[in-house]
């Protein structure tokens, strides 16, 4: 059974930073590919940041330059480490990976963080 658990989000002013985690179970993390997500409401939910599993990095237009994701296998953990934060990034913020299974690929999400930004 695999399982993604989110922390770090919360309030933070214009300019800030907030470093999320994500730590996930089971003995695949370090053969997978990671991404973080965030969905604002009323919008759709969007690819944020990618990192391959041999630390190969890839990140949305609009946070490009502010956001940086990375990995310690050794803990099972992914991280997005977020600054210069702006009003639009306020969103909940998920994890997610594919998982293969036999001939299916499984996704698999975090609950989601709650990213606040205030003016």
């Known amino acids: 059974q695999v399982q993604l658990v989110e922390s770090g989000g919360g309030l933070v002013q214009t300019g800030g930073s907030l470093r999320l985690s994500c730590t996930a179970s089971?003995?695949?993390?370090?053969?997978?590919?990671m991404r973080w997500y965030r969905q604002a409401p009323g919008k759709q939910r969007e690819l944020v940041a990618f990192?391959?599993?041999?630390?190969?990095?890839n990140y949305a237009v609009s946070v490009k330059g502010r956001f940086t994701i990375s990995r310690d296998n050794s803990k099972n953990t992914v991280f997005l480490q977020m600054n210069s934060l702006k009003p639009e990034d306020t969103a909940v913020y998920y994890c997610?990976?594919?998982?293969?299974?036999?001939?299916?690929?499984?996704?698999?999400w975090g609950q989601g963080t709650q990213v606040t930004v205030s003016a």
């Open positions: 997610k990976t594919d998982v293969l299974d036999g001939l299916r690929v499984v996704s698999y």
């Open positions: 990192i391959s599993s041999g630390g190969a990095t």
């Open positions: 089971g003995s695949f993390f370090s053969r997978n590919d």
